[in-house]
């Protein structure tokens, strides 16, 4: 296609400058004589009279002239463009079988493409479904839907499957449809899915809705390929995907079914990122009291967040990295007089209330709807929404740009209210950018190690350190209120 | 045995390339003729929309040689006829070349199968 397209401008060249050709010879016999400057060499001219105007000697083909009349020529060159045209023609009429042919192998690659990225996905999934799966057994897990690896595709409204993008819809089609399946899988092995419904809007109500929402967040395309350990929150990972996605802020604001239409708006030209981060699983531990995870406070953010905002949503803001065995042991620390103890046994369940880890539900899920929410506030300038602080915490912990920056700012002011923070805690907190720099932190030095290693992340990270710092002061100041 | 089949096998393989490459050469020369045909057709028809009044010239070198209308046309005709001709040569070479491709090919699919069958049982 490409070939005839050269082609085809080429032609059209040659034909324009047979016009001017004639142009030229026609205006020649107008004087006896011109004077110009005749070309001498490559490089120098020199004055002279062009006579004769009248007699041109033309090049037939095949190494023929013949010299005519100026008026002769300007016929033999309307000649000659006829059959230019006449290629020309024929050219077109290549292209456009080509163009229908191309069209609809598009079409086909497009499915295909979508089938193998759904395949992909798919893959993911499983992974994180099986370490979800792991923590479970050791606990409770309460897996807050870390932003998932979720390809989220733009998902105008999650009914809606008409996308403008043409190509796209396919794609997000199957995406969504996959993210639908995957989260059912959730809900169905979650223990503790946060009823992500209250909160945040968007978070809580996809997670319930579902399907429909968990296309659209996710789908801004951005994929944020955050590793979502068996978020229970699977379409809360959507939907935090999208927030995400949406890096824009408000495009990928999809929380609340209301948000699913804004965000449905916002869906922008779906760009499948799929980045393997550290995903920010949230396990919520039946752990006894004083169980803290180190990003309870980010939790708690979220979770007043999510309060000031809206109603209770999923506690746990961010899921922690948990790259190894010892991780989990990391996440589930104890509060010990607003320090941080590593529990010796991260099996035993201590009272509820005080355990981080613990995924009182509704607690849990306010903390992370709230810091999700307070992380989306930022990004789409909604604070509530516990889908967006979920996805901002991931996002922060995946190390996302964008809206990240902004969520600093909101937790600070978020600090102020002191959250839930008693109750449930996210054990694994999303200091997956922290774990991901740092792979592996002593188990006894923990609490300790945590903070500094957020801090150090947060170093790292322009964008990520002011959220961190905030969050955790900010959990620390909630501690010991 | 096995040996012999593949020995056996590129000899037939070289055939084979050698066999598309002359496939290929000929096509390329058609190809050429044809421009060519395309070409000494447009001259005619020039020729015929010019009159006797002017003079017509062959490119013989640097050198531009004065002719005959009548001779022009006979010449290009005559030239016309000639391409004509080669193209249908070629095109007799080029079927040619393609059903021996075709044998070669036969032979080579059925080398290959005796040596893997060699190559099974030792």
């Known amino acids: 296609m490409k070939l005839n397209q050269l082609e085809f401008v080429n032609r059209k060249k040659v034909e324009s400058d047979y016009e001017a050709l004639q142009e ?11 004077d110009i400057m005749v070309p001498f060499g ?22 023929w002239f013949s010299k005519c009349s100026a008026k002769q020529a300007v016929e033999l060159i309307e000649h000659r463009k006829k059959h230019v045209r006449k290629v020309l023609d024929d050219l077109q009429k290549v292209m456009k079988n080509f163009e229908s042919r191309a069209e609809f192998t598009d079409l086909q690659k497009m499915s295909d493409a979508a089938g193998d990225f759904v395949d992909i996905r798919e893959e993911i999934e499983d992974v994180s479904i099986e370490t979800k799966g792991k923590y479970r057994t050791a606990h409770k897990p309460h897996s807050k839907p870390k932003l998932s690896n979720v390809f989220e595709v733009d998902f105008p409204a999650n009914g809606s499957d008409t996308k403008s993008m043409g190509h796209f819809q396919s794609e997000e089609e199957l995406w969504a449809h996959l993210e639908e399946l ?7 092995g979650e223990l503790d899915r946060m009823p992500n419904t209250a909160e945040t809007n968007g978070e809580d109500t996809s997670s319930s809705e579902e399907e429909k929402e968990d296309k659209r967040t996710d789908l801004n395309g951005m994929y944020r390929a955050e590793d979502c350990i068996t978020q229970g929150n699977f379409h809360k990972e959507v939907t935090n995907s999208d927030l995400f996605g949406g890096q824009v802020n408000g495009s990928t604001y999809y929380h609340s079914d209301d948000e699913d239409d804004i965000d449905v708006g916002d869906n922008s030209v779906p760009t499948i990122f799929f980045s393997h981060t550290v995903e920010p699983k949230r396990v919520r531990i039946n752990t006894g ?8 406070e980010k939790k708690e ?3 007043r967040k999510r309060k000031n905002s809206s109603g209770n949503g999923h506690a746990t803001p961010e899921l922690p990295n948990i790259k190894t065995p010892a991780d989990i042991y990391r996440f589930f620390v104890d509060v010990v007089n607003g320090e941080y103890v590593p529990r010796k046994s991260i099996l035993k369940s201590r009272s509820r209330e005080n355990s981080v880890c613990s995924n009182t539900s509704d607690n849990s899920a306010a903390e992370f709807d709230d810091r999700q929410g307070v992380q989306r506030s930022i990004s789409c300038d909604e604070a509530t929404q516990s889908d967006n602080s979920e996805s901002i915490l991931e996002e922060e912990e995946e190390e996302e740009e964008e809206g990240q920056q902004q969520l600093p700012k909101k937790l600070l002011p978020s600090s102020g209210t002191t959250e839930a923070f008693s109750g449930t805690v996210i054990e694994k907190e999303p200091l997956s950018p922290s774990l991901i720099p740092h792979p592996v932190i002593a188990h006894p030095i923990l609490p300790t190690i945590l903070e500094r290693k957020s801090e150090e992340v947060l170093s790292k990270a322009s964008e990520e350190t002011p959220k961190r710092i905030s969050k955790f002061k900010a959990a620390r100041m909630q501690q010991p209120s | 045995m096995a040996e012999q089949i593949q020995k056996k096998l590129q000899g037939e393989l070289e055939k084979y390339q050698q066999l598309q490459k002359d496939l290929s050469r000929a096509v390329a020369a058609r190809q050429k003729l044809e ?15 010019l009159d006797a009044t002017n003079t017509i010239f062959k490119l013989m070198g640097p050198v531009l040689v004065k002719q005959e209308m009548e001779e022009a046309k006979g010449t290009v005709g005559k030239r016309l006829e000639y391409i004509t001709g080669e193209i249908k040569r070629y095109e007799q070479q080029m079927q040619e070349l393609e059903r021996r491709s075709e044998q070669q090919r036969e032979t080579l699919g059925r080398l290959q199968q005796e040596l893997q069958r060699g190559q099974g049982k030792g």
């Open chain 2, 35 to 49: 421009a060519q045909l395309t070409e000494n057709n447009i001259v005619k028809e020039e020729l015929e929309l």
């Open chain 1, 289 to 296: 009291k004083n169980t803290t995870l180190k990003f309870s």
């Open chain 1, 301 to 303: 953010e979220a979770n």
């Open chain 1, 42 to 63: 490559p490089l120098a001219f020199m004055p002279g009279k062009l006579v004769h105007t009248n007699e041109v000697t033309v090049l037939l083909g095949d190494n």
């Open chain 1, 182 to 188: 995957e989260r059912q899988e959730e809900l169905l």
């Open chain 1, 24 to 34: 030229r010879l026609r205006t020649l016999p107008n004087k006896l004589s011109y």
